[in-house]
């Protein structure tokens, strides 16, 4: 129905840049919200940021605000994390997700997003 297919993730130095994709194809919702979410090992995925198809509205985790940005791109289905500043901590599986209604205001739960994608590695050196 709706597949997600991240890319862009690498291995950087600490204060690099990554930018990481998400191509999102099948059927789409002008209402979605879309959500960047990553997971280090041996720990819980955790909420870094979404944005609202329709309005570009974004919302960031704390420990990434200033140096990620959220972004889409309306006509190729495609949505964005640019990761500047990059540390250390940043290292893990960034996965994006839809959220099929977004009317509800709720962008940082899991139980939120309906679909995901497989996944990519970020992983910062010092």
């Known amino acids: 129905q709706v597949q997600l297919v991240e890319s862009g993730g690498g291995l950087v130095q600490t204060g690099g840049s990554l930018r990481l994709s998400c191509v999102v194809s099948g059927r789409t919702f002008s209402t979605a919200t879309m959500g960047w979410f990553r997971q280090a090992p041996g720990k819980e995925r955790d909420f870094v940021a979404a944005?609202?198809?329709?309005?570009?509205?974004?919302r960031y985790q704390d420990s990434v605000k200033g140096r990620f940005t959220i972004s889409r791109d309306n006509a190729n289905n495609t949505v964005y994390l640019q990761m500047n500043s990059l540390k250390p901590e940043d290292t893990a599986v960034y996965s994006c997700a839809v959220d099929v209604q977004g009317y509800s205001g709720i962008y940082n739960s899991l139980a939120e997003y309906d679909y995901w994608g497989q996944g990519t590695q970020v992983t910062v050196s010092s």
């Open positions: 944005i609202a198809w329709s309005t570009g509205r974004t």
